[in-house]
């Protein structure tokens, strides 16, 4: 199994300057409209299913896309990957952009769907 130190340092610096946010958390948020879901995950996994409601975004392209879908600096962004790491350095970024109120969804969407969290395809 390949050793991704540098990709894991970088996450590990990027969570010291984020804010994480629990995936009840993060579905009550959606759930009552005061939070977008910006999914960060590669296009064939959005496809493999996605948390509904949620944005497509990809990692690749959200610092480029992020301001035509949510042009408030002030709307609160909750990110999310596969398992946290890359929500983490996408919120990060959001954040660098000015983007006041982000978090990046601990554990991703592995942990949405441990929790029995509503998926779709």
């Given at each position: ?59 690749g ?40 109120n ?16 509503p998926?779709?395809?």
């Amino acid at each position: 199994m390949a050793k991704h130190t540098g990709f894991e340092k970088l996450v590990a610096d990027a969570r010291k300057n984020i804010t994480e946010i629990s995936p009840h958390d993060a579905a009550a948020k959606l759930k009552s409209g005061e939070a977008v879901m910006i999914d960060v995950r590669d296009k064939d996994e959005w496809e493999e299913g996605h948390i509904p409601g949620a944005t497509h975004l990809s990692r690749g392209t959200v610092e480029l896309d992020i301001e035509e879908k949510v042009p408030d600096p002030n709307a609160t962004i909750i990110c999310h990957c596969g398992g946290g790491g890359r929500s983490a350095l996408a919120a990060e970024s959001l954040q660098k952009m000015g983007y006041k109120n982000v978090r990046s969804m601990a554990g991703g969407f592995k942990a949405w769907k441990v929790a029995g969290l509503p998926t779709t395809k």
